[in-house]
């Protein structure tokens, strides 16, 4: 990894994000990274009657989130006063800062830009660490006088997975700094417990966990997130958070998303099949497109150096979005995300990048099939 120099003042267009304002509803979104299995059924089924009785409205909800908090904290084998509930993750990772107040901060980048906008906010002065190569490799680094380091595993927008291995000595020899660790992408993947820190998380006094709700069972216009920490670092975390920012209906749908299994091992599934089927389709279009190794529900993509435009915009017009890359740090014009959708989209994004990118090849090629 090596230091580069951040930008000051930092430019708005940093801060742009996926799903666009108001993506139109016909348009396939590959711009977010959302679950498209859900919601659960489960969760729109009792979200009905929470709102038809009025009373998740019309009253105060649980300040303290409290059924949630226990069933997570179950869930993750840690007390229920580890757990800080949020209006999604954003609102935690705005309010780590906040919290500790850190006067230096490093952010391994390119990553989540939201973790430098609270930095910034919170008055820290922030250093970006960038990985040596092509294909965004995540390494321990000496954070040097850094009081927090934010961590994204697996990493938005590149995909990339910190092995636990080299994560948790690197984190244990340096207590004097806080490590925030975003896992909000990684219940994507079956595997999720052989890669979190939140096991054993009471060892690590030092360690923040940050996870959101809000991707895995696709609740993005409901909001839900939560951090897991040492009860200390939990207090402190839950002290700076706004009085009822979790809503009744979040929390009414967080509660029965966690209790619903079949969904999560239906996408557990979907994602293992959907994500070695774009890896192998987005090879054949090497030399075009370079695929970033991705452990994630999405992939980072490289156009090549002949590619003068940008497909973006030809993707847009056939009613396709993806997430252009260029203003993540690191990033440039080159860069596209796409997250990872069902069988029939993904074969028809792959669809229109052959046409996009290999115009002469035509449609009389497999890929051609999916844009008939
Ligand atoms: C890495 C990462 N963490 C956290 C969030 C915020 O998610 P939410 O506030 O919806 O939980 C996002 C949103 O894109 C993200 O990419």
């Known amino acids: 990894m090596r230091r580069i120099s ?3 003042p930092v430019p708005p267009h940093l801060f742009r994000h996926g799903g666009g304002s108001a993506p139109s509803n016909r348009a396939l979104d590959f711009s977010t990274s959302l679950n498209p299995l859900g919601p659960p ?10 709102v038809a009785g009025g009373d998740a409205i019309a009253r105060y909800p649980d300040a303290d989130s409290t059924a949630l908090r226990e069933h997570l904290a ?3 084998g840690v007390s229920p006063r580890q757990v800080v509930v949020g209006n999604g993750s954003s609102e935690l990772i705005q309010a780590i800062p906040a919290a500790w107040r850190p006067r230096r901060v490093a952010i391994v980048e390119p990553t989540y830009t939201e973790y430098l906008r609270a930095s910034l906010l919170a008055g820290a002065a922030v250093e970006h660490w960038l990985a040596e ?3 965004f490799s995540l390494e321990p680094f000496e954070p040097g006088g850094a009081d927090l380091v934010w961590l994204c595993n697996p990493n938005n927008p590149t995909g990339r997975l910190w092995p636990r291995a080299r994560l948790r000595p690197w984190i244990a020899t340096h207590p004097r700094t806080l490590f925030v660790l975003d896992e909000s992408f990684l219940p994507f993947r079956p595997d999720e417990a052989e890669h979190s820190l939140v096991g054993g998380i009471e060892m690590l006094g030092n360690l923040v966990v940050v996870c959101s709700l809000t991707k895995l069972y696709t609740l993005p216009g ?7 920490a040492g009860l200390e670092q939990a207090e402190r975390l839950r002290a700076q958070l706004v009085p009822w920012s979790v809503n009744a209906l979040a929390q009414v749908a967080g509660l029965v998303a966690l209790r619903g299994t079949p969904f999560l091992s239906e996408t557990h599934a979907w994602f293992l099949s959907e994500s070695s089927y774009m890896a192998e389709a987005l090879e054949c279009l090497k030399g075009n497109l370079d695929v970033i190794p991705s452990q994630a529900n999405f992939f980072l993509l490289r156009l090549g150096e002949a590619i003068s435009t940008c497909p973006t915009a030809t993707l847009s017009s056939h009613g396709i979005l993806v997430r252009d890359a260029s203003n993540f740090i690191g990033l ?3 860069y596209i995300r796409v997250g990872l959708r069902s069988r029939e989209h993904n074969r028809l994004l792959v669809g229109r990048l052959h046409q996009c990118l290999l115009p002469e090849r035509g449609l009389e090629d497999e890929w051609g099939e999916s844009l008939r």
């Open 6 to 8: 951040g930008s000051s």
């Open 41 to 50: 059924a489960s969760v729109l089924a009792a979200l009905r009657p929470a």
């Open 74 to 76: 179950a869930l993750h």
């Open 133 to 135: 190569d092509e294909t």
């Open 222 to 228: 409901l909001r839900l997130g939560y951090a897991i």
């Open 332 to 334: 440039d014009a080159r």
